[in-house]
């Protein structure tokens, strides 16, 4: 069982950057694959980023590539999710996830465990 919590969340500025966190329980955090995944009002929740167990292979989708970075410390249980040049457009809520397995997905229903979400707003 792993239990995610996100931080990071704000109100920024069009080209502006934050960076999301996600604090994982567990010992066995380490061992799981971990995405980032976002979702708008009145839209479905999208992939946003992906990273292996070791952090040695990532994904990204094409909306924010070049733009968002995605990390892990395993020695603090962490993921990070870098997002800079920040557009209105990236305006969601944010979800971090786990999954079990040693492959990585863009798709929601391969995940696993998931953590509350954060708020990230970009104003124009």
């Known amino acids: 069982q792993v239990q995610l919590v996100e931080s990071g969340g704000g109100l920024v500025q069009a080209g502006g950057s934050l960076r999301l966190s996600c604090a994982g329980s567990g010992r066995t955090f380490s061992s799981y694959p971990m995405g980032w995944f976002r979702q708008a009002p009145g839209k479905e929740r999208e992939f946003v980023a992906a990273i292996s167990w070791s952090g040695g292979i990532t994904d990204y989708a094409d909306s924010v590539k070049g733009r968002f970075t995605i990390s892990r410390d395993n020695a603090k249980n962490t993921a990070y999710l870098q997002m800079n040049s920040l557009k209105p457009e990236d305006t969601a809520v944010y979800y971090c996830?786990?999954?079990?397995?040693?492959?990585?997905?863009?798709?929601?229903?391969?995940?696993?465990?998931w953590g509350q979400g954060t708020q990230v707003t970009v104003s124009s």
């Open positions: 996830a786990a999954r079990q397995g040693n492959s990585l997905s863009y798709r929601p229903y391969e995940y696993h465990y």
